[in-house]
Each structure stands twice: as structure tokens, then as C-alpha cells.
């Protein structure tokens, strides 16, 4: 299994708005589990691996999942979306760093 890569995007399943977490402590005390269950959540990692949300009780829990695919374009997709919503620029890198780059202008929005 690889390593998780912060930071951790969660996208709520309509993906009008975004948190940006820098840890899976971070992730699990924030999101409520009932929200969980419910499926109204999409986690990923920095590099667009998609992430496993579990409700454990009252508890979340946020793991690698067997989904080792990259999903960077669909990251970056809603990234844009929400800079976009939000009335920002986007970025218009094509390199390497695109996620990385969508990523911090959505920080500069929601530190």
C-alpha cells in the first residue's frame, strides 16, 4: 500500500466546497461520521489518490483503500470548480505541479 500524501482534499459530494486538511488526525476530528455514512464526502490525497472514509461509531476514520489509481484530473477538475465558484483565477499550469499549485490557491481561500 503506498504512503497517504498531504494534504488530504475532501470534497463534499456536490463539490460546491472543499476543506484542506495537513494531517488524518486533522480529517477524522472534523468530519462528522453520520456524514459519512451518508456518503457526502470524497477525500483525496496531494497526488489525486482517491481516499477510504469509514464511520466507526462516532468516530471517522481515513485510509489508503484499495484504490491505488491516480484521480488527478478529477481532483483538479473540482478544484477549479471551487476556485471558480469562489470568484478566483484559476491556475493555468500544465506541468506536474497543476495539483499542487490548484491546491494552494484553494488554501489562500480556505486556510
Known amino acids: 500500500m503506498l ?3 498531504t494534504p488530504f482534499i475532501v470534497v ?3 463539490g ?3 476543506s484542506i486538511y495537513d ?3 486533522a480529517v477524522e476530528k472534523h468530519l ?3 456524514d459519512v455514512r451518508h456518503n457526502e464526502y470524497v477525500a483525496y490525497d496531494a497526488n489525486g489518490r482517491r481516499l477510504q472514509l469509514e464511520a466507526k461509531g462516532k468516530f471517522v476514520s481515513l485510509t489508503a483503500g ?3 489509481s491516480s484521480h488527478a484530473g478529477e481532483l483538479a477538475g473540482l478544484l477549479k470548480h471551487f476556485l471558480k465558484s469562489a470568484g478566483q483565477l484559476v491556475p493555468r499550469g500544465q506541468s506536474a505541479d497543476e495539483l499542487r499549485e490548484l491546491i494552494d490557491a484553494c488554501r489562500q481561500i480556505r486556510p
Open 12 to 14: 463534499d459530494k456536490g
Open 3 to 5: 504512503s497517504l500524501q
Open 23 to 25: 494531517s488524518t488526525e
Open 16 to 18: 460546491a466546497d472543499l
Open 32 to 34: 462528522e461520521a453520520i
Open 66 to 68: 484499495d484504490d491505488e
